[in-house]
């Protein structure tokens, strides 16, 4: 959700190290003050409890380490538009969770301030072993007086990629695929040997693993001042081409156009289809919730990269950057900014993955044990996977497949070119692309017509 690849940017690092920012930590929990506490307000689609009973008890747990009452407002369901129309009416919000794109755009109408200087001479977002760099140019922005940086990761955002039953490739000796046809040939053996669907989708969330065969990137790509959209090209044809022949022949899954990212996870445990393209993170916790709902002792959640493209190269997407950003108008901005930090601290990472202490887990004797309430929340508070190297997951049982996943990402991961206009350029590409997958136009025409209503909108310059 960034229009324009960042320039490199030297944060000066500090010489912090794990245990002085996580175990003597200035944010460490101390007696809740009852009297003239300030309120930070926190507006959130994201981070928090399940429900409003645990959205309290996250709350009280973010006051008691910055000694401060917190008020989180949790909303669902076009969690940005609503965003935007309470920034808009002049509501007065300390901490706001979005993402690039909407970042982008609430910098450019001064919406959110800038926080480079902040995160430049802070002990903790300045220590790049707690933020990486990579991270920092993935966050930076245009803004009036050159280049800044008006957020902070919430979480390592990861990248999409396929989600494969690891134990029926077992099972039916099956290698890794690295050519469409290599994939083709695996749907198949899933639908004749396991009754299941080999691909399903959320219309064309993610089908960047496959357009890597072609070697096009997801996003916009900018030739000489000028944007196009690869997947709005000719190249793209022989993808979309591939995936109506699946679709032909009952190897995806037929209700792929009105598809939740939940319905493909419900589909891929229930063992109806043996793959779908979802994020890294989510691998050990697909192995996780598949030993709470009954499937098969051998169920195996694995990785795997994208189809190998010319030269070799493979490509899966990141994640848009989940971020915090303190609006300008916020009445405690500094201690919006301690709140920042102090989610990168191992306090704040336990609870945005953990969750609350004696309501999700317990410790006892330095160990750490999930509560119900925890295994059903499955570790995922905000931040299911923190982004510091300091970090160390308390259930390493509990990570089955991530190592491999996160490898991929990082190693053929990268960064999409999106800009303002991507969320409306995007229903457009679902739009022509599914009627090529369904048969509706033939794939050279969906071409076409996507590229033509695109050029129509101004949302492409050729």
Not at 90 to 108: C, M, R
Not at 399 to 418: E, F
């Amino acid at each position: 959700m960034k229009s324009h690849k960042r320039p490199y940017f030297a944060l000066l690092s500090t010489s912090v190290v794990a245990g002085t920012l996580f175990t003597n930590s200035a944010f460490a929990a101390q007696p809740h003050k009852i009297v003239q506490e300030p309120t930070l307000t926190i507006a959130t689609g994201v981070i928090g409890g399940k429900n409003p009973q645990e959205n309290a008890a996250f709350a009280d747990e973010i006051g008691q380490a910055l000694h401060c009452k917190v008020q989180l407002i949790s909303t669902t369901g076009n969690y940005d538009q609503k965003l935007m129309a309470m920034l808009a009416a002049g509501q007065k919000i300390d901490v706001v969770y979005t993402e690039g794109s909407t970042l982008a755009q609430l910098a450019k109408a001064g919406e959110v301030t800038n926080l480079q200087s902040q995160i430049h001479h802070s002990a903790v977002l300045g220590n790049s072993r707690v933020v990486p760099q990579w991270e920092w140019n993935d966050i930076k922005l245009s803004s009036p007086n050159g280049q800044g940086i008006y957020a902070v990761p919430v979480k390592y955002q990861g990248a999409l990629m396929p989600i494969v039953r690891g134990d029926w490739m077992k099972e039916l000796h099956l290698s890794e695929p690295k050519t469409l046809n290599d994939f083709y040939h695996m749907f198949q053996m899933f639908k004749n040997k396991k009754g299941a669907y080999g691909l399903t989708l959320s219309s064309l969330y993610d089908i960047q693993p496959f357009m890597s065969a072609v070697g096009l990137k997801n996003g916009y790509e900018l030739q000489k001042g000028k944007f196009t959209i690869p997947y709005a090209t000719p190249a793209a044809v022989p993808v979309y081409a591939w995936l109506h022949n699946l679709y032909a022949k009952g190897l995806l899954d037929p209700n792929f156009v009105t598809n939740k990212t939940s319905d493909e996870r419900n589909l891929f445990l229930s063992g109806r289809v043996g793959m779908f393209v979802y994020w890294d993170a989510w691998v050990p916790m697909l192995n996780n919730l598949a030993a709470t709902q009954g499937a098969s002792a051998s169920f195996d959640a694995e990785a795997l990269p994208g189809a190998v493209g010319p030269g070799g190269k493979r490509l899966v997407s990141k994640g848009d950057t989940s971020v915090f950003a303190i609006p300008s108008n916020a009445p405690n901005k500094a201690l919006a900014f301690k709140f920042l930090e102090w989610w990168n601290t191992r306090p704040g990472e336990i609870l945005g993955s953990l969750g609350v202490k004696g309501l999700d887990y317990t410790v006892k004797h330095g160990k750490y044990q999930l509560t119900q309430l925890g295994i059903d929340d499955n570790m995922d508070h905000g931040d299911p996977e923190p982004i510091s190297s300091y970090w160390k997951n308390p259930f390493p049982s509990m990570q089955k497949g991530y190592a491999n996943a996160r490898a991929i990402g990082v190693h053929y991961g990268y960064q999409p070119l999106i800009n303002s206009d991507w969320n409306n350029a995007q229903q457009i590409i679902w739009q022509y692309g599914d009627d090529a997958i369904l048969g509706r136009l033939s794939p050279k025409a969906a071409v076409a017509d996507m590229h033509a209503a695109l050029l129509k909108q101004h949302y492409i310059s050729q």
